[in-house]
């Protein structure tokens, strides 16, 4: 998975606890976690492209939420990021070189790489859990669990928009 996937995450958190669900410009997003502005814009416009974020064009403009954190999981982020492909790709190694087996049946029939199904369960579980966690929820337990974060956002933005004026 790449690092666009915590990027996103933690943009979208920034975006739900603006005050106000204001737009917010990528630079600040960027200088938020001494992020590459252009890398950090592609990923941010996955988010778009996917429903999720919406982008306002202008000197106000920026990046603000398209859906409610409620109604946002944090597989879609994920998903908007890195597409909806499995994160493993079985090459099937396992029918290749001097430790294939031979084949099963008259035609030629193989049971599943037990390798793939491990990794299939795994990424199932896992979907299923990031699929079942809103981004709502997800806010809530980052702020709780770091006193006096949603504030310091809150003064930083409000700061940086005031150097803009």
């Known amino acids: 998975m790449s690092s666009g996937v ?8 920034v975006l739900a606890w603006t005050p106000g669900r204001q737009p917010v410009q990528v630079s600040d997003l960027a200088a938020a976690y001494d992020l590459p502005q252009a890398y ?14 919406r982008s ?8 603000s939420l398209q859906k409610p954190p409620e109604e946002t999981s944090v597989l879609e982020v994920v ?20 430790l294939a087996p031979a084949p099963c049946g008259e035609r030629g029939d193989r049971a599943m790489c037990l390798v793939h199904k491990a990794m299939w369960e795994a990424e199932r579980a896992w979907r299923d859990t990031l699929a079942g966690q809103s981004m709502a929820e997800l806010a809530a337990q980052v702020a709780g669990g770091v006193p006096g974060l949603l504030g310091r956002a809150g003064d930083w933005l409000a700061e940086r928009q005031r150097q803009r004026s």
């Open 40 to 53: 950090l814009t592609k990923h941010l416009q996955a988010l778009v492209r996917a429903g999720l974020l």
């Open 6 to 13: 915590e990027w996103a995450l933690h943009c979208y958190l």
């Open 79 to 98: 998903q908007a990021v890195e597409g909806d492909g499995e994160m493993f790709r079985c090459a099937d190694i396992r029918l290749r070189g001097p």
């Open 56 to 63: 306002t064009p202008g000197p106000r403009g920026g990046y």
